[in-house]
Nanobody, 120 residues
């Protein structure tokens, strides 16, 4: 059974780009999906979400830099991250079944996470 498996994390210098991918079972794509991040010692942050119909939103902290998208034919969720900052360093989790509050991190399903490290 395929759950949610993230990939694409790594180390990059500030100003660089990374694209995270999340391969997930088809059932997850019948829900709203998103990305949540957590840095050591900090609270979780809902970064981006995308609805079943493709409508998407991102947190103010990443607006104009991050884009969420999905490929329903391949069952892959993406997070394109540009102009990365040191403060973007965190573990990024693929999540599904979104809470009503767009700022909430109370998603029902979580992947294992992928680490992103941004150096100055």
């Amino acid at each position: 059974q395929v759950h949610m498996v993230e990939s694409g994390g790594g180390s990059v210098q500030a100003g660089g780009s990374l694209r995270l991918s999340c391969a997930a079972g088809i059932d997850y794509f019948r829900n709203c999906m998103g990305w949540v991040r957590q840095a050591p010692g900090k609270e979780r942050e809902a970064v981006a979400r995308i609805d079943i119909d493709g409508a998407s939103s991102v947190a103010r902290s990443v607006q104009d830099r991050f884009t969420i998208s999905k490929d329903n034919t391949k069952n892959i969720l993406y997070l394109q991250m540009n102009s990365l900052k040191v403060e973007d360093s965190a573990t990024y989790y693929c999540v599904a079944e979104c809470p009503l509050d767009p700022e909430s991190t109370d998603f029902a399903f979580w992947g294992q996470g992928t680490q992103v490290n941004v150096s100055s």
